[in-house]
């Protein structure tokens, strides 16, 4: 089973920007697709995006599509969120996940493995 750890959350004023990371340990991280979902307080988890394993494919949520950018850097076993535009609707705890896969995967069922997740506040 893989460890991943997510960083970069905090409070920021809506149209400003973020940059969360996931940095994955215990598993070949190249070889695993990654992806970002978010659950806001009383609310289901939702898919936001997600990365093949070599970075050539990504998928995005409607609410994020045009903002939010996946990346990856499979030399630092980690997958990156860039977040601009925010709004306060993005307000969530945003987590990342793994599986191995050569797809890329957009529903929470299919990851195997998951981080603690990391507090995103967008304030109006």
């Known amino acids: 089973q893989a460890q991943l750890k997510e960083s970069g959350g905090g409070l920021v004023q809506a149209g400003g920007s973020l940059r969360l990371s996931c940095a994955v340990s215990?598993?070949?991280?190249?070889?695993?697709?990654m992806g970002w979902f978010r659950q806001a307080s009383g609310k289901e988890r939702e898919f936001v995006a997600a990365?093949?394993?070599?970075?050539?494919?990504?998928s995005f949520g409607d609410s994020v599509k045009g903002r939010f950018t996946i990346s990856r850097d499979n030399t630092k076993n980690t997958v990156y969120l860039q977040m601009n535009s925010l709004k306060p609707e993005d307000t969530a705890v945003y987590y990342c996940?793994?599986?191995?896969?050569?797809?890329?995967?957009?529903?929470?069922?299919?990851?195997?493995?998951w981080g603690q997740g990391t507090q995103v506040t967008v304030s109006s």
């Open positions: 990365i093949s394993w070599n970075g050539a494919s990504t």
């Open positions: 996940a793994g599986r191995y896969s050569r797809v890329v995967i957009t529903t929470a069922q299919e990851y195997a493995d």
């Open positions: 215990g598993r070949a991280f190249s070889s695993y697709a």
